[in-house]
């Protein structure tokens, strides 16, 4: 076990170094598509720690992460910041969201997992309305930031490096929380909320601190969002699609486990971007994740990694059932066919008349 370890924080160090390095390479495309890649990833994480720890599908990130672009923009807005200031403010807009989250909490979570999930739809378009309506952000033109005169070879690069420390820092926090008794809470509520709230968890406080936490996370990437994009749109700081696709990271990877949100996000995001850059129908892309939306709930609903994982816990057993055998000089057991023939021939068989 202790063997196993050492092999997998190497694994980690070197995947690490190898994701650092992306950028040095100095192709401007992939370094754009890392950032996604990581965002997504960090995203991902994030409504894993509630949605997969919980077992309460949220259909709602994108109001954290909406919460996060309008914060940044009306800051930068109102301020004209410009230059690397501007990365101070993604802990402002992942509080924001975190105080949104609150209230959001409070009224969402006082239902079960299905009307759950309705109530975060409902509450994702109301503020998507808001956004689109309201004068004080920019309505359906949106907010632009002040130029960044920055040199556009590297104009990516502190994007890349700030979007994988948040999506790094994510996965260690949840990595904590799953090893702690509040993430042994979570999963109690996931598998039987009133078992556990018999067993004197306070299920309430424990799901609205878990909510908060992906809020805020899910809030400093949409304002890391706005920089790097350029605009606050309300069709895409509150996007539906963002929270299909994050979720169906989390589901493709291993929904609740540590790993897999990470997981799903490096293999599917690289198709989202190169679609965004290759395909001309938008909603080919879309309707492609759709359906692959339906092949991993019904084919995988457990995910890759934790598919994978059992198949090989399966096949190491029975090598090892077969290796014990052996070394016990057991006698191997005999085809189904071979035993028939040989009662069929019987002692008598091709013996005197």
Not at 5 to 15: E, N, S
Request: hydrophobic residues 55%.
């Amino acid at each position: 076990m202790r063997s196993a370890a050492l092999w997998r924080a190497a694994g980690l160090v070197v995947l690490l170094a190898v994701v650092a390095a992306v950028p040095l390479a100095g192709n401007v495309t992939v370094t754009h598509v890392g950032v996604f890649v990581l965002l997504y990833a960090g995203a991902a994480v994030a409504w894993n720690i509630f949605s997969g720890f919980t077992g309460y599908i949220s259909l709602g990130a994108a109001v954290f992460f909406g919460t996060g672009v309008y914060t940044v923009a009306l800051i930068s807005k109102h301020l004209g910041l410009a230059g690397g200031i501007v990365f101070a403010l993604y802990p402002l807009a992942g509080l924001v969201a975190a105080v949104v989250a609150v209230p959001f909490g409070l009224i969402a979570l006082r239902v079960r997992r299905h009307t759950f999930v309705v109530v975060t739809i409902a509450v994702f378009f109301i503020f998507q309305l808001m956004a689109s309506n309201f004068s004080w952000t920019g309505a359906a033109t949106g907010i632009f930031p002040p130029f960044l005169n920055w040199d556009p070879a590297t104009f990516d690069m502190p994007f890349y490096y700030t979007a994988l420390v948040i999506a790094v820092s994510a996965a260690v926090l949840a990595w904590g929380i799953w090893g702690s008794r509040f993430g042994l809470q979570l999963r109690a509520i996931r598998d039987d909320e009133d078992r556990a709230r018999g067993l004197g968890v306070k299920t309430m406080r424990v799901k609205l601190t878990a909510f908060v936490i992906s809020g805020f996370i899910t809030g400093m990437l949409g304002g890391l969002y706005f920089y790097f994009q350029s605009e606050a749109l309300p069709q895409y700081a509150f996007n539906p699609f963002f929270d299909l696709t994050i979720a169906l990271m989390a589901f493709l990877g291993g929904f609740g486990t540590l790993s897999g949100p990470i997981f799903g996000a490096l293999l599917l995001e690289p198709y989202l971007g190169y679609a965004q850059f290759q395909v001309s129908n938008a909603y080919v892309a879309e309707g492609v994740l759709g359906a692959l939306f339906l092949v991993v709930i019904i084919l995988l609903p457990r995910g890759i990694l934790p598919t994978a994982g059992e198949k090989l816990t399966a096949l190491r057993a029975s090598r090892q059932r077969r290796a014990a055998e052996r070394a016990a000089g057991s006698p191997p057991v005999p085809p189904a066919g071979a035993a028939v023939a040989g009662s069929a021939a019987g002692p008598g068989a091709g013996g005197a008349p």
